[in-house]
């Protein structure tokens, strides 16, 4: 779970930093995936869910 949480807040940090040095538009969705799929890991720490 540490691993994962680790790996998640990686992505949130590279999508930060390519928001922030980036100004292209295709980019943006890019870093909006990482940063989503960062910020979900960071929280979570888990790829799916238990039902």
């Known amino acids: 779970m540490r691993k994962l949480r680790a790996i998640g807040f990686i992505l949130l940090v590279i999508g930060v930093i390519l928001h922030l040095y980036l100004e292209n538009e ?6 909006g995936v ?18």
């Open 26 to 31: 295709g980019v943006d969705f890019v870093t």
């Open 34 to 51: 990482l940063m989503g799929a960062g910020f979900a890991l960071l929280i979570t720490g888990q790829l799916k869910r238990n039902i």
